[in-house]
């Protein structure tokens, strides 16, 4: 029998098709130097602005590929995390960076719930049941 996907799952792809295709159209402009460089000037950035730019897009990539979504995320997250303190550092706003993270991670939950299962609490008595049922289990 076929399920079709449920509205949790649908929403999440479509926040991580938003935050992926931003990801892949400014890691694109930074790899192929249609990034201003009065602007990269600005920032004060001593890395060249296409290895940024290339990490951006793998990042991405990583985040759209379902094996590989749980990568993607913490690569993702550390992007959106790097925006916000050069931003943070520059005295500029920062915002826009802190709702792409946000998005990201709404998104993750969305789509693949068991991404936040360790964040679980549970009771000493529930997780020696589990280990005891795990130990069980071949």
Not at 15 to 30: D, E, P, Q, R, T
Not at 47 to 74: D, K, M, Q, Y
Request: hydrophobic share 50%.
């Amino acid at each position: 029998m076929q399920t079709s996907p449920n509205w949790k799952t649908i929403a999440g792809w479509v926040l991580h098709g938003l935050v992926g295709g931003i990801m892949i159209l400014a890691g694109s402009a930074k790899v192929f130097g249609l990034f201003p460089p009065d602007q990269v000037a600005k920032m004060g950035l001593s890395l060249p602005i296409e290895v940024i730019g290339a990490g951006e897009l793998a990042s991405a990539v990583l985040l759209l590929i379902p094996r590989t979504s749980s990568l993607g995320l913490l690569l993702t997250s550390a992007f959106w995390g790097g925006t916000i303190c050069l931003h943070m550092s520059k005295g500029e706003p920062f915002v826009l960076q802190s709702v792409f993270l946000l998005l990201t991670w709404v998104g993750a939950y969305l789509r693949v719930p068991g991404t936040f299962a360790s964040f679980a609490v549970s009771s000493p008595t529930e997780r020696s049941t589990a280990n005891a049922t795990k130990a069980i289990v071949p």
